[in-house]
């Protein structure tokens, strides 16, 4: 390693041919689109698991691998009481469930329009957090196993970041019989668990860039604009290659928390807030059916936890990152680095609050040259409102009742978060309201989302 980021030093080949190795295997992966990650992804999504369960068994068959676990299950209460905590927590379920990356977002344009996202919302989170458990398990076990054979506490062997994937849990296995097994296992099973990430993280991008300029989508382009994004994301990733590529990666992760926190509050706030939360959930719900359970569970729990609980606690973690905040400059980190770090924070957050803007004096220029006035409180609600473009695909189902109403509570110029609660059909009625077909593309304004016409549609439903 160099001194600091500021002395990146000489490229290592042996590391940008592994990372040429991985863009390579992406690439290969995503050539196709969507029709070819879903299949490898079986893979990398469930091996880990196998090697995850074997290592499970070859650590808790350890001597003192029941102290390793007894000191994870042994809860600490006053660390609730620490604030950082918390921080470090809602780090972790964002980058886990990859909030606010745009994955999610992609990855459900794909999905059949009648899917159960109220299913998939519940499902997802447990199984993460069981997972994240369940790993716990095969750390602790052969970190009690070290700690016992070194004859020391098992506070004294625990880390945490890159430290502990890359040399406490590493040197535990060494000290395994064949430990070479072991160590295979044990980093493919973490190649397995980075490619698996990057996959929708690059399909995101590709998807983005796709449905905005449609040019891309074109059979003869589509996969030579693949390949030259596979390119482009392994010279971003040559910098990490040198031997100051390790200040770099801890740069991009003393900062990145930051941006996904706040994309966070601005989602909620313009879906919730402005384009309305009962609005939002009608939307939802008429894509699988209403039913009591369903009813309940929206304008109770959700409405609960959008409205409030969500946009309070994420304006209190930002407000404890901005105020406890320590700035990284040393003597490995410059001046410059501190400033590169919070530019990247800024073209991150930046784009939803200038389109919004853009938007607002594109439309008082158009009232303007109308000669038309109005109040800043109806610009306001006026921009804040769908247009007439939002709505399902299909142009039958946009003359169904319950749609109808929407769009007329739409137009009414309420404020999205007043508008008037639906009233509840039973499923068994005979008015039991179909499935509809919305094909809605991601948009940076999100006051505004993007309309998508059929011919646009080559893979989705």
Not at 67 to 76: A, D, F, M, Q, R
Not at 271 to 282: C, M, N, P
């Given at each position: 390693m160099s001194k600091g980021i500021h002395e990146p030093g000489k490229i290592k080949w042996d590391l940008t041919l592994c990372n040429l190795l991985a863009w390579i295997i992406i690439c290969l992966c995503l050539i196709k689109g969507v029709s070819t990650m879903g299949k490898v992804q079986y893979f990398f999504a469930l091996f880990p698991y196998v090697l995850l369960t074997v290592l499970l068994v070859r650590g808790v068959t350890l001597e003192g691998a029941n102290?390793?676990?007894?000191?994870?299950?042994?809860?600490?209460i006053h660390k609730l009481y620490v604030a950082k905590v918390w921080q470090d927590a809602a780090s972790q379920i964002f980058f886990s469930l990859s909030c606010c990356t745009g994955s999610l977002t992609a990855m459900a344009s794909y999905n059949k329009f009648e899917d159960?996202?109220?299913?998939?919302?519940?499902?997802?989170?447990?199984i993460n957090c069981l997972t994240s458990f369940y790993a716990g398990f095969a750390i602790f076990s052969i970190l009690g196993f070290m700690a016992n054979t070194k004859g020391v506490d098992i506070e004294h062997v625990t880390t945490e970041g890159a430290g502990l994937v890359f040399v406490t849990y590493p040197e535990a296995l060494s000290e395994l019989p064949l430990p070479q097994i072991w160590s295979i296992a044990f980093f493919f099973m973490m190649i397995c668990l980075g490619l698996g990430t990057q996959f929708p993280s690059v399909e995101t991008v590709i998807t983005a860039l796709q449905d905005e300029f449609l040019f891309f989508r074109k059979p003869s382009v589509a996969t030579i604009f693949r390949?030259?994004?596979c390119a482009f994301g392994f010279l971003l990733g040559t910098p990490m290659t040198t031997y100051g590529g390790y200040y770099v990666l801890q740069l991009l992760d003393t900062f990145v928390a930051i941006p996904l926190l706040l994309v966070g509050f601005f989602e909620i706030f313009a879906?919730?807030?402005?384009?309305?939360?009962?609005?939002?959930?009608?939307d939802v719900l008429l894509m699988f059916g209403h039913s009591s359970g369903t009813y309940c569970l929206f304008y109770w729990y959700y409405?609960?936890?959008?409205v409030f609980m969500t946009p309070v606690v994420l304006l209190a973690i930002l407000t404890f990152d901005i105020v406890r905040y320590q700035p990284i400059i040393s003597d490995a980190f410059p001046l410059w680095a501190e400033i590169l770090g919070w530019t990247i924070v800024l073209l991150i957050v930046i784009?939803?609050?200038?389109?919004?803007?853009?938007?607002?004096?594109?439309?008082?220029r158009s009232h303007r040259n109308a000669g038309t006035r109005k109040t800043c409180c109806e610009m306001c609600r006026?921009?804040?409102?769908?247009?007439?473009?939002?709505?399902?695909?299909?142009?039958?189902?946009?003359?169904l009742e319950r749609y109808q109403r929407i769009r007329s509570d739409a137009s009414s110029g309420r404020s999205g978060l007043f508008i008037n609660p639906p009233s509840f059909k039973s499923s068994t009625s005979s008015a039991y309201l179909p499935k509809a077909n919305f094909a809605v593309r991601n948009s940076i304004a999100v006051s505004e989302p993007l309309y998508l016409y059929d011919d646009d549609l080559s893979q989705r439903n």
């Open positions: 102290e390793g676990i007894k000191y994870y299950l042994t809860p600490k159960n996202v109220l299913r998939d919302s519940i499902l997802i989170p447990i390949i030259l994004v879906i919730i807030w402005l384009y309305g939360y009962r609005r939002f959930s009608e409405s609960w936890n959008w784009w939803t609050p200038l389109w919004y803007i853009i938007k607002a004096v594109s439309l008082c006026e921009i804040n409102q769908p247009t007439d473009k939002w709505g399902p695909r299909n142009s039958m189902d946009r003359l």
